[in-house]
């Protein structure tokens, strides 16, 4: 079933909306308090205080990358997930985890390696792939499935 309507947590009240993507453009209004419902532009970098949250409070996919300054994969697949969360925003939010500065939050998600991309849907993990794809196509194909990916 392919529906244009997408869902978005008030960051304000935390209730729910669904809109139809064309209308994310023109700065939509919660439904309950009104309050503009904001959108990532582009990856956003991880806060560890409120990482959690932020995971389990977003309705559609969310990606997270855990990358190295040092790590040459990470140069050419970077600039990869920053278009998609452009692209895709709204449908996909991605958190970006730099894993020399947060080595907790690496050591949590068992992170061995970048770069490494976990994929959850409405808060939970539904999959991961620890490592560099074998080219820029799949990794966008990987994530463009999993956008479009209904479970609900
Ligand atoms: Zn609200």
New binding site residues.
């Given amino acids: 079933m392919t529906d244009d309507s997408l869902l978005l947590r008030?960051i304000?009240?935390f209730?729910l909306n669904r809109l139809p993507e064309s209308r994310l453009k023109q700065r939509p209004l919660?439904g309950?308090?009104k309050?503009v419902l904001e959108v990532p532009a582009g990856p956003v970098a991880a806060v560890p205080a409120n990482l959690d949250r932020d995971i389990a409070y977003w309705p559609e996919t969310l990606l997270m990358t855990f990358t190295s300054r040092w790590c040459v994969y990470c140069k050419i697949y970077n600039p990869v997930v920053s278009s998609l969360a452009e692209e895709r925003s709204g449908r996909l939010k991605v958190i970006t985890v730099d894993v020399d500065a947060h080595p907790d939050l690496a050591k949590r998600h068992n992170v061995t390696k970048t770069p490494t991309f976990v994929v959850f849907k409405n808060g939970t993990m539904v999959v991961r792939m620890d490592g560099a794809p074998k080219d820029k196509n799949e990794l966008i194909t990987w994530v463009e499935n999993l956008i479009n990916y209904q479970s609900y």
């Fill in positions: 008030c304000t009240c209730s919660c309950k308090c309050a």
